[in-house]
Structure formats: C-alpha cells, structure tokens
C-alpha cells in the first residue's frame, strides 16, 4: 500500500530551498526503503507505493515532482502505469527501474515519456546523480508549463473583449483557425487590436508552445528589413563576421506576425511568397535553403487589395496571405462593447499601478461610450490609464478625470454670424446644419439608417421622415454630398472643419 515517509525539513543547496517531492513505486519493499532513506538524506520529501494502482492513485491526489518506477510490478505493468502518470500529470518527470540491462526496453519507455532509467542492481551514487538531472527536468517542466499558462492568460481569446456581433463573429472565426496550418491577414484601422488577434490564434492553437516572432515591416529601410527577416550567414557582405539567424528562422514550429505587411518592397514581396509556397527560407548569402514550418500572420492598416489594383503589393501573394482573412471593426462600430472594455482594462491598470480598484461614474462612461475614437482601442487604454495615474487615490472617476479634447466632443461649434443688413434664414442655417449631420450619420453607418438613427439619438421613423423633409435619397449616398459647403462635423459633436 502507498505510505508518506517523515517529511524532513528542506535543505539549503546554493542559497535555494530544495524539498521536491518523489514517489517510489516498487513491490520490493528493501528497494523502496533504500531508496527512500537516500532521497530522505539528501532533503527530499519522499511517498512511497508498492504497486501501479497505489502509484496511480496517489499521482491523481496529488502532484509530485519525480517517479521513480519499477519496470516489472504486480497486476499492471510499470510502462501501463507509465502512461497513466503522463496523461494524469505531464509535467512530473519519471525514472524507470528495470532489472534487465535490455536497450530496447529502455528506449521503449523513454519514448513513452520517461525521462532516464536505473538498472538493478544499482550504486546509489548513480541514482542520486540520475535523480538530480531528473528533478531539474521537471522543474524546467513546470517552468515552462507556468509561463505557457501566463501567456495564454494574457494573450489568449478571452482577452477580445466584447458582446457585439462583430467581435463574436471573430471570436468564433479564431477558434475555428487557432489550430490550422493556414496564414491568415488580419486587416482594420490602427489601434483596432489586431496584433491582439494575431497572438490569439497563436496561442489559442498547437502552437502556442513555440515561438511567437513579431516583426513590424513599416519605416524600416529594405536592407535592414531583410537581414531582420532572412538573416545572412558570414562573409554575405563586408560587415557579416558570423552567421545570423533571421526572425523567419527563429519562429521555427510557431508563428511569424508580419505587422503593416504592405511596407514590403517588391523584392521582400518575392522572397516572402518563396517561403509561402516552398516553406524553406534561404539567408543571405547562404548557397543551400532550410526548410522551415512557420505559419505566417500578416497585419495591414492599409487597403491589400487596392495597392494590389494600384501594382503595389503583388496579387499572388495578397491571396497567400489572405487564406484566412478577419476584418477588425472601429470601436464606433461596436459601441456597446465600450462599458465591458472600459472595466477590463481599467482592472487591468489599477492592478498594474497597485492601486485600490476605481470605478467611473455613469456621467463619465456616457461620455465614453458617445465618444468618436479615432484612435480606437488604443486611444480608449491611454485615456483610462491617464485617468488612474491621475487620480490621486480617488477611487470614483468621473467627468473631470476625462481629457479635456474628449469631453468637447460633445460640443456643436457654429460659424460666427453676425445678423445686421438683410439678416439671414435662421430655417435654412438650421436645415443645412440638419441635413450636413444627417448625411454624416449616414455616411458613418454605411446607409444603415437604424444604426445613424441611433448615432443621432431618435427613432428610425424619425430619420426617415426628416431625410424626405430634406430631400436626402432613401437609398444610397447623393455623390459629392460630402464635399458641400458648410462645416463638416462627425457624429457624436465632434466638429472637424468649420468655416
């Protein structure tokens, strides 16, 4: 039966606490008791087990750091309890003991997930060095375990935050493509999140225990851009003393997120497309290419397939990249995300500042919520990060925590006029300004009236009957509207142009 030993008190090893936890599992008792004393010694807290289900049993209660187990044990094999202590915990490293010297045994198990093995009969030097390089394994384990788990709660799907059907749609689009072999192009205004979504796919899929490599291609001159992506083995040029890996190379089983692709030259263009449909990458001056497997994410502010019409960005390479291609929407387009949005990132600043967690008052999340945000998501995170650093302990923000530029969105500058001489239309002054916010509402909202009656703040039927009044088409935009005389304003108040 299992049975813990007396837990003797951690050691001192280089100025670190050592008491890692082992399990024995052996049906020989004088081998469990030799080998108990001697990792008790040495300052580890040792459990022992006389057979697999005892061993199985206790693995399932609890997590330990090392196994060491018989090859040859009662009722269920030692490479069956082997598996089952794998798939129970993958991260705890396992020793085989077998009492034949066979090769093919040993590779067998190694194979199966064990980490080294003891041949009976064994010095105890032997298994204490053999135990040492096995503890150090499965701490790296843990390690990285740990860090996989941080990186998924900080880059993972749960971090698009939102309700609104846009957001949904994506969120569904990427666990459906994590796992895929595919590129993909993710595509939106500047500060959208799509590098948010890159990682997501990335670490929402099979390889999110491998590299994410990101590399922005914008404003970076061509040689540059090259060495960084393709690398250069020594003497490529006059500066090259060594060889040098590039990032193509250093994503290798993960993921390459090539941020604002359209910054690519012609001949970057070509290169990339070799990698694409070859999946081998040659460095600079290199005679021979490697083969490489690296999914390849793109992200682009600008419009693909218009430089594409245009003969900048090459088409065979536009449709390379764009297996996959998610569209992020601007935070306009999604304001009922804004008070979900506003929360998580203000938790997020307050737990980063070490602060007491703040709340904004519902004056201030109207403001918030009516806001323009041309900056979108990101503009949205400076603005609430600003109001925390600035709080000065408050734990309520309100009104005046906001910058002073977002709260005089909501202000409707007029042109200065003076009446004096014949006067002027007050009607025809109110029903220009009338028709200008209408046809901008429009605009913003694609010609989808129930969205601009809602930006505009009245009913539908109300738009509708004030569109006839003003003699603006039901259907579509009247060409050259946007260019009339007369300030030009943008829903929500914010006044762009007043002349």
């Keep these: 039966m299992a049975h813990r030993l007396l837990t003797p008190p951690p050691i001192e090893k280089g100025g670190a606490t050592v008491s890692d ?26 459990t022992t087990a006389d057979s697999g289900e005892h061993a199985v049993a206790a693995v399932r209660e609890a997590p330990v750091d090392l196994v060491i187990l018989d090859m040859v044990l009662p009722r269920v094999d030692g490479l069956e309890v082997l598996r089952e202590i794998t798939t129970l915990r993958p991260e705890t490293a396992v020793i085989m003991i077998t009492g034949y010297a066979s090769v093919e045994t040993a590779i067998r198990a190694m194979k199966m997930g064990a980490v080294d093995y003891i041949v009976k009969p064994f010095r105890m030097e032997e298994v204490e060095l053999i135990v040492s390089r ?9 390690e990285n375990a740990a860090l996989r788990r941080q990186l998924q709660m900080t880059w993972g799907l749960q971090n698009l935050i939102g309700q609104s059907p846009e957001i949904r749609r994506i969120q569904q689009l990427v666990e459906q493509v994590a796992s895929a072999r ?37 404003g970076i001159p061509e040689a540059l851009l090259e060495d960084e992506l393709f690398g250069h083995v020594r003497d490529a040029f006059p500066d090259a003393t060594s060889d040098r890996p590039g990032r193509i190379a250093a994503a290798e089983g993960g993921t390459l997120f090539l941020d604002e692709v359209s910054g690519l030259s012609a001949s970057l263009q070509a290169r990339l497309l070799r990698v694409l449909q070859e999946r081998e990458v040659q460095a600079t001056g290199a005679a ?22 245009e003969g ?28 979900l949005l506003v929360q998580h990132v203000l938790a997020r600043c307050c737990r980063e500042m070490n602060v007491p967690p703040k709340r904004f008052t519902a004056d201030a999340l109207r403001v918030l919520s009516e806001a323009s945000w041309p900056g979108n998501v990101r503009q949205l995170e400076n603005i609430v990060e600003r109001s925390v650093a600035l709080s000065f302990g408050r734990e309520e923000l309100g009104r005046e925590d906001l910058p002073r530029d977002l709260l005089d969105e909501g202000r409707i500058e007029l042109p200065v006029m003076h009446v004096g001489g014949d006067g002027f239309s007050l009607d025809e002054v109110l029903a220009n ?67």
Excluded at 21 to 46: F, K, N, P, S, Y
Excluded at 189 to 213: D, M, N
């Design 182 to 218: 595919s590129a993909a192009l993710i595509t939106g205004a500047a500060g959208t999140g799509k590098e948010l979504v890159a990682r997501a796919i990335h670490f929402g899929g099979e390889r999110r225990g491998q590299p994410f490599v990101a590399v922005s291609c914008a």
């Design 312 to 339: 900048h960005f090459r088409e065979d390479l536009f449709y390379r990249l764009s297996v996959i291609h998610i569209q992020m929407p601007a935070l306009r387009e999604r304001r009922e995300d804004i008070p």
């Design 288 to 309: 021979a290419k490697m083969p490489v497997d690296v999914r390849i994410v793109a992200a682009s502010t600008a419009d693909l397939k218009a430089l594409v019409t």
């Design 134 to 142: 096995a503890l150090e394994r499965s701490r790296l384990r843990r």
């Design 433 to 499: 300004y009338e028709q200008r916010m209408l046809y901008q509402a429009l605009e913003h909202s694609g010609w989808v009236k129930t969205r601009a009656a809602e930006m505009l703040k009245i009913k539908r039927t109300t738009l509708i009957e004030k569109m006839k009044r003003l003699g603006i088409p039901l259907k579509g935009n009247l060409p050259g509207a946007a260019d009339t005389a007369g300030p030009e304003m943008a829903i929500g108040g914010v006044v762009r142009r007043a002349s």
């Design 21 to 46: 936890t082992i399990l024995i599992v052996d049906d020989d008792e004088g081998v469990r008791q030799i080998l108990a004393e001697t990792l008790q010694t040495a300052g580890h807290t040792v």
